[in-house]
């Protein structure tokens, strides 16, 4: 069975600060994708990782691929308020598009 | 494109009923996918189409859940009878099978079973 892991689960962090949100998954796969939820909304898409040692880039938001140990990071970079959300990590495999539990991030002023 | 669209967006029924829960994918996209949200259980896989045949419905959670997709730009989702552990949000999602692009999802259905 699949396993996509987040963690950690729930994230609160000062305006200004650095911080890492890990994915772990079960089966070798080099489709790795991240999106983003706010509250009440759907889900919109932040990266696509294709490969190992993919690195994608958007504004304090950089995520990154490392398929041989099966892990991929989202990094936050100098957090402002506008970032808080749930983010989740997603797998695609052959038949599946799996997705983490997310992690709730809240960045407090 | 104007992307997924689901419909309706809220909807709110007495346990017993039927629900009928649709999706418009994003024009030329082949698979289709049903996902479940809640609190508890966060976002389910529920059934899964490739070019409108049913490939993983492993997801759905009892005989009572049934999915069609008729034709490549219509899907649904149906419950009967409803009960009010089905309350959740659902959402469809939408892609290109064989390329690499991510899943684009609709805005969702909130059901609520009362």
């Known amino acids: 069975e699949l396993k996509v892991e987040q963690n950690p689960l729930f994230l609160s962090m000062q305006e200004g600060k650095n911080y890492t949100i890990y994915c772990n998954y079960s089966t070798t796969s080099d489709r790795l994708y991240w999106y983003r939820q706010d509250p009440g909304k759907s889900l919109e898409s932040l990266f696509v990782l294709l490969s190992n040692g993919a690195v994608k880039q958007e504004g304090r938001l950089m995520a990154s691929l490392d398929t041989k140990a099966r892990l991929s990071t989202l990094h936050i970079t100098a957090a402002v308020h506008d970032l808080s959300a749930t983010y989740f990590c997603?797998?695609?495999?052959?038949?599946?598009?799996?997705f983490g539990s997310g992690t709730q991030l809240t960045v407090l002023p | 494109d104007a992307g997924v669209i689901q419909s309706p967006r809220h909807e709110v029924t007495e346990m017993g009923q039927e629900v009928t829960l649709r999706c418009k994918p994003i024009s030329g996209h082949n698979s289709l996918f049903w996902y479940r949200q809640t609190m508890m259980r966060g976002l389910e896989l529920l059934i899964y189409f490739n070019n409108n045949v049913p490939i993983d419905d492993s997801g759905m959670p009892e005989d009572r859940f049934s999915a069609k997709m008729p034709n490549a730009s219509f899907s649904t989702l149906k419950i009967q009878p409803s009960e009010p552990r089905d309350s959740a949000v659902y959402f469809c999602?939408?892609?290109?099978?064989?390329?690499?692009?991510?899943?684009?999802f609709g805005q969702g259905t909130r059901l609520t079973v009362v």
């Open positions: 997603a797998l695609r495999s052959a038949r599946q598009l799996t």
């Open positions: 999602a939408s892609s290109l099978f064989g390329q690499n692009t991510e899943a684009f």
